[in-house]
C-alpha cells in the first residue's frame, strides 16, 4: 500500500520534472489537479511536506497556481492554495472575519500590483505625499500581518512599470514614482529583516531580469485583470517555490564540492603541461575562472564549506595554490581535500564522513559529463551541475538559488574556521596518548544558555531544521513556531562550547514541554555533530535535569523517534538513567526519568559555566 | 489537432478523452468556468504557437468554436511578437 502511494507520488513528480517549458499551462493543471486529490485522500508520503498557501493579490492570478503547486511539488512539497477575494490585500488583512484570519494557512503569499497598492504612482502629475500614504497604509498592513498570522509570509515587494508616462522626465526626478517604488521595496526589506516570519520574493529583480514586456501581458490585463504572460507565471511560481525551500530549509546545501581543471582554472594540469599554461588571471579566459573563484570564496565568508574532490596529483595541486599569483581561494580554504585518482563518488562518501554531513548536503560541481552522471547514478542525493564548456558561462553557474538562505547567523560565517580548528584537533589527537588524555587536554567549557529571543531564536531554529545525526526526534521548527512555543511555556536551553583550539558556538539545544505541574515532556534534544564523542551531550542533559528539579518537576519523559538518519541516539536516554517504558510503533521507545534521582557529573574533562546567572529565571 | 485539444481538454477539465467531442461547451462541461476558461485560451496559444486577439477569447465557449478558430487563417495568424 505504501508503495503504491510512493509511486504514484513519484509518477507524478516525474511529469512534473520533465514538463516541456513550452507546454506546461496544460501539464502543470494536471499535476496539480492529481496532487490536490491525494492530499483529500491524504496519501502523502511520509517526507512530503504538506503546506496550506492563502494568497492575497490585486489581481487574477489564478492560472499561475498550478504551476506553483507543482514547482512545490518538485522541491518536496504537496501545496494547497486558497485565494483570497480579489484586489484585496489590506482588507483582507484588517478584516478579522476575513478567510485570512477564519482559517489556518502554513504560508501567506501576497501578491501585489504596483498601480493598484499604490494607485497614481507612476503618474508624473500626482503629489508625493498621496503616494506615502497609500504606502503607509500598506506597510502598516503588512506589519499586522506579521503580528497575526502564525505560518510564514512572503512578500512580493513592487514591479517596477510596465508604461511609464515620460520616463526621461521621471528619471532626472528624485521625487518621481520611479524611485519612489525603489523606497517601497527597501522599506519592504526592512519589514523582512525585523520580522523572522518574512520574506521577501523579488519580484521587482524577477521583472527585470525577464523583461517587462515578456513578464506583463497587457492584454490578459485589460481583458480580464489577469497580468501574467505563461513565461512570468513559470518563472513566478518557480520563484516562489525556491524561497518555500529555504523558509522550511528544504534539503539545504551546506557543501559545495569542486573539480580542479576546467572548473577552478582553464586547462588540465598535468605534467604535460606546465603550470603557467593554466588559465587564470586578468585576461580571457582565465578572467571567467578567477571571478568563479571569488564567488566561491564569498560564499565561504557566508557559511558554506568547500571541498575538492579532482583527479590530479595532489602534489601539482597543491604546488599550483601555494605558486599561482592570481589565486583568489587558498588551498587551505577547503574543509575537506580528495585529489587522488580514485573514483569521485568513493571520494564524496569519504567527504561525507570527514565533514560529518549527509550526502544530501553536498552540491558537486564537475566539467565532465561523465563525472556528473557517474555522481548522480551512485549517489542521487548528491545534487549536481556540469560545469559549462563555455568559460565565460561558468560565473554564472553559482547565481543558481539552489546556494541561498534567507538568513546568515556567526555560528555560518565561523564554519570553516571551524573545520580548520576540527584538523588540528585531530592532530592533537594522534599526539595524546589516549581518549581520556585527548579529552582532558581540550580543555572544554560548556555554557548553559536559557533562551533569550533577540540572541537566540535564529540559531535554536536553524539547529532544529539542520541537525540530523544527533536527534532524538527530528522535530523541525521554524522560529515563529518555536517563539510561539516559548510563549506557550516551553523551556528551551541552549548550550555553547570551547576548548583551547576554537569555539564551537551554540551546539546543543533542548526544548521541554511542562505537562503539568509534576511532569515534562523532553520535546526536541539535539547536537551539532561536530560536537559528537566528547561526552557534551550526557552533561548538557544532566545539567536540563538539575533545572528541572529545582522547577519543582517530578518526572521527565523523553521520546526516541528513530530515522534513517539518527541512529547514534540509539541508547542514549538508557544509558542516561532513563527506564524504556514502552516501544512505539516505529521502532522508538517513551522513557521515563524519575528527577528526584539525579546523578553526578561524570565528564570531569568539561567546565560548566553559566549555572549560576540561570537560577535567577527559575 | 484532435490529439492536441483532447489533451487540453483532459489536463485542463478532467475530460476523459474518450469523452472528447465537438460538442463540449461552457454549458456541459463541469468545471469550464470564467476563471479556467483565461487558463484554457493560454493553453491553446502554447499548444498551438499563436496568439488570439482580445476579443476571440468570448468566442471561444465550445470545441467547435475553438476548431474554426483554429482552422481560419487570419485568426491564427498573429505569431508572438515583441
Same mark, same amino acid.
Given at each position: 500500500m505504501i508503495d503504491t502511494l510512493g509511486q504514484r507520488w513519484e509518477t507524478i513528480l516525474a511529469c512534473a520534472r520533465s514538463v516541456e517549458p513550452c507546454h506546461f499551462l496544460a501539464a502543470h493543471a494536471r499535476i496539480a489537479r492529481e496532487i490536490s486529490q491525494l492530499r483529500q485522500a491524504k496519501q502523502l508520503p511520509k517526507d512530503i511536506i504538506p503546506v496550506r498557501i492563502v494568497l492575497l493579490r490585486s489581481a487574477i492570478v489564478e492560472p499561475m497556481v498550478p504551476s506553483l503547486v507543482a514547482e512545490l511539488a518538485v522541491r518536496g512539497f504537496a501545496a494547497e492554495a486558497i485565494l483570497g477575494p480579489l484586489g484585496s490585500i489590506v482588507p483582507e488583512i484588517l478584516h478579522p472575519r476575513s478567510l485570512l484570519n477564519r482559517d489556518t494557512f502554513d504560508l501567506c503569499l501576497v501578491l501585489p500590483i504596483t498601480e493598484l497598492v499604490l494607485p497614481s504612482v507612476f503618474d508624473p502629475a500626482s503629489e508625493q505625499d498621496v503616494r506615502r500614504r497609500a504606502l503607509d497604509n500598506y506597510l502598516r498592513a503588512l506589519e499586522q500581518l506579521s503580528q497575526t498570522f502564525a505560518g510564514h509570509i512572503i512578500v512580493c515587494n513592487f514591479a517596477p512599470p510596465d508604461m511609464l508616462l515620460m520616463p526621461n522626465y521621471q528619471a532626472q526626478n528624485p521625487g518621481s514614482g520611479r524611485y519612489f517604488v525603489a523606497r517601497a521595496n527597501e522599506e519592504i526589506a526592512l519589514l523582512a529583516s525585523c520580522r523572522s516570519n518574512v520574506s521577501v520574493c523579488d519580484l521587482d529583480m524577477l521583472t527585470r531580469r525577464l523583461g517587462s514586456q515578456r513578464f506583463w501581458s497587457r492584454r490578459d490585463m485589460a481583458s480580464s485583470m489577469q497580468p501574467l504572460t505563461p513565461d512570468a507565471m513559470l518563472a513566478l511560481a518557480r520563484q516562489i517555490a525556491d524561497i518555500c525551500c529555504l523558509v522550511f530549509h528544504r534539503a539545504m546545501v551546506k557543501c559545495i564540492v569542486l573539480d580542479c581543471d576546467n572548473t577552478l582554472w582553464g586547462g588540465v594540469l598535468g605534467e604535460e603541461q606546465a603550470?603557467?599554461?593554466?588559465?587564470?588571471?586578468?585576461?580571457?579566459?582565465?578572467?571567467?575562472?578567477?571571478?568563479?573563484?571569488?564567488?566561491?570564496?564569498?560564499?565561504?565568508?557566508?557559511?558554506?564549506?568547500?571541498?575538492?574532490?579532482?583527479?590530479?596529483?595532489?602534489? !601539482?595541486?597543491?604546488?599550483?595554490?601555494?605558486?599561482?599569483?592570481?589565486?583568489?581561494?587558498?588551498?587551505?580554504?577547503?574543509?575537506? $581535500?580528495?585529489?587522488?585518482?580514485?573514483?569521485?563518488?568513493?571520494?564524496? $562518501?569519504?567527504?561525507?564522513?570527514?565533514?560529518?554531513?549527509?550526502?544530501?548536503?553536498?552540491?558537486?560541481? &564537475?566539467?565532465?559529463? @561523465?563525472?556528473?552522471?557517474?555522481?548522480?547514478?551512485?549517489?542521487?542525493?548528491?545534487?549536481?551541475?556540469?560545469?559549462? !564548456?563555455?568559460?565565460?558561462?561558468?560565473? #554564472?553557474?553559482?547565481?543558481?538559488?539552489?546556494?541561498?538562505?534567507?538568513?546568515?547567523?556567526?555560528? &555560518?560565517?565561523?564554519?570553516?574556521?571551524?573545520?580548520?580548528? =576540527?584538523?588540528?584537533?585531530?592532530? @592533537?589527537?594522534?599526539?595524546? #596518548?589516549?581518549?581520556?588524555?585527548?579529552?582532558? #587536554?581540550?580543555?572544554?567549557?560548556?555554557?548553559?544558555?536559557?533562551?533569550?529571543?533577540?540572541?537566540?531564536?535564529?540559531?535554536?531554529?536553524?539547529?532544529?531544521?539542520?541537525?540530523?545525526?544527533?536527534?532524538?526526534?527530528?522535530?523541525?521548527?521554524? =522560529?515563529?513556531?518555536?517563539?510561539?512555543?516559548?510563549?506557550?511555556?516551553?523551556?528551551?536551553?541552549?548550550?555553547?562550547?570551547? !576548548?583551547?583550539?576554537?569555539?564551537?558556538?551554540?551546539?546543543?539545544?533542548?526544548?521541554?514541554?511542562?505537562?503539568? &505541574?509534576?511532569?515534562?515532556?523532553? !520535546?526536541?534534544?539535539?547536537?551539532?555533530?561536530?560536537?559528537? #564523542?566528547?561526552?557534551?551531550?550526557?552533561?548538557?542533559?544532566?545539567?536540563?535535569?538539575?533545572?528541572?528539579h529545582e522547577l519543582g518537576y517530578l518526572e521527565l519523559i523523553a521520546e526516541y523517534m528513530p530515522n534513517s538518519k539518527n541512529a547514534l541516539c540509539d541508547g542514549f536516554l538508557e544509558r542516561n538513567g532513563f527506564t524504556n517504558a514502552e516501544k512505539t510503533s516505529e521502532g522508538g521507545a517513551i522513557c521515563r526519568l524519575d528527577l528526584q534521582l539525579l546523578a553526578d557529573i561524570d565528564e570531569c574533562w568539561i567546565d560548566v559555566e553559566g549555572m549560576e546567572a540561570n537560577s535567577q529565571h527559575g | 489537432m484532435d490529439d492536441k485539444l483532447r489533451v487540453v481538454f483532459r489536463d485542463i477539465f478532467g475530460v476523459r478523452p474518450e469523452d472528447f467531442s465537438d460538442d463540449l461547451s461552457v454549458d456541459n462541461v463541469e468545471s469550464w468556468d470564467s476563471i479556467k476558461h483565461l487558463t484554457l485560451v493560454l493553453c491553446l496559444e502554447q499548444a498551438f504557437n499563436i496568439q488570439f486577439p482580445a476579443e476571440a477569447s468570448g468566442r471561444l465557449t465550445n470545441v467547435r468554436a475553438i476548431k474554426s478558430m483554429l482552422s481560419a487563417p487570419c485568426a491564427a495568424a498573429t505569431q508572438t511578437v515583441v
Open positions: 603550470s603557467d599554461r593554466i588559465h587564470l588571471g586578468e585576461a580571457y579566459p582565465g578572467i571567467c575562472y578567477l571571478q568563479f573563484q571569488k564567488q566561491l570564496s564569498q560564499l565561504k565568508e557566508l557559511g558554506y564549506l568547500l571541498a575538492l574532490n579532482s583527479k590530479n596529483n595532489d602534489a !601539482d595541486v597543491r604546488q599550483l595554490f601555494e605558486n599561482h599569483p592570481s589565486m583568489a581561494l587558498k588551498y587551505n580554504d577547503f574543509a575537506a $581535500v580528495r585529489v587522488n585518482w580514485n573514483d569521485k563518488a568513493s571520494n564524496m $562518501v569519504s567527504i561525507a564522513e570527514e565533514l560529518k554531513l549527509g550526502l544530501d548536503s553536498f552540491l558537486f560541481l &564537475d566539467d565532465s559529463e @561523465f563525472e556528473v552522471n557517474l555522481m548522480c547514478e551512485r549517489l542521487p542525493q548528491v545534487r549536481c551541475l556540469k560545469v559549462p !564548456d563555455e568559460p565565460w558561462q561558468v560565473p #554564472g553557474l553559482l547565481a543558481s538559488r539552489i546556494l541561498d538562505c534567507l538568513h546568515v547567523t556567526p555560528e &555560518d560565517r565561523a564554519k570553516t574556521h571551524m573545520y580548520t580548528h =576540527e584538523s588540528r584537533r585531530k592532530e @592533537f589527537y594522534h599526539k595524546a #596518548g589516549s581518549l581520556e588524555d585527548f579529552l582532558k #587536554g581540550l580543555g572544554m567549557v560548556l555554557r548553559f544558555e536559557p533562551f533569550k529571543e533577540q540572541e537566540h531564536l535564529r540559531r535554536a531554529a536553524q539547529l532544529t531544521q539542520k541537525t540530523n545525526q544527533f536527534n532524538l526526534t527530528t522535530r523541525r521548527y521554524t =522560529e515563529p513556531e518555536l517563539l510561539a512555543a516559548h510563549k506557550e511555556g516551553a523551556l528551551i536551553f541552549l548550550g555553547s562550547l570551547q !576548548d583551547r583550539f576554537g569555539n564551537y558556538g551554540r551546539i546543543i539545544l533542548a526544548i521541554v514541554m511542562p505537562r503539568n &505541574d509534576r511532569e515534562v515532556c523532553l !520535546d526536541t534534544f539535539l547536537m551539532s555533530c561536530r560536537a559528537i #564523542g566528547r561526552g557534551v551531550e550526557n552533561v548538557f542533559l544532566k545539567l536540563i535535569l538539575n533545572r528541572l | -
